[in-house]
């Protein structure tokens, strides 16, 4: 069984811009709630993969991502956003 989790980085723009191509169709591992699957959260915030970059899975950032359905998690779709 597989679930999604969304979370955001930030941190080195050039670093933000690239990383996206490396980590998509990757799994990375979450825990969740078995009572409640949607309620997901990353194992590890300090995953190498992320290179030093910030993760952060606060609403307030996720909010300011792209929309991403299911559909897009599947097809390992990645969204960056530039303030």
Known sequence: MCYVGFF?????????????E???????PIRYDPSAPDLSCLVD???SRFEGLT????????????ARDLQDAIRGATGIVKS
Not at 8 to 20: D, F, H, S, T
Not at 58 to 66: G, K, M, N, T, V
């Open 55 to 66: 993760v952060t899975q606060l609403s307030e950032w996720l909010d300011q991502a792209p």
């Open 45 to 47: 915030f300090n995953d």
């Open 22 to 28: 490396s980590l998509a169709g990757t799994l990375i």
């Open 8 to 20: 955001a980085l930030y941190g080195n723009e050039a670093r933000v811009v690239k990383l996206p």
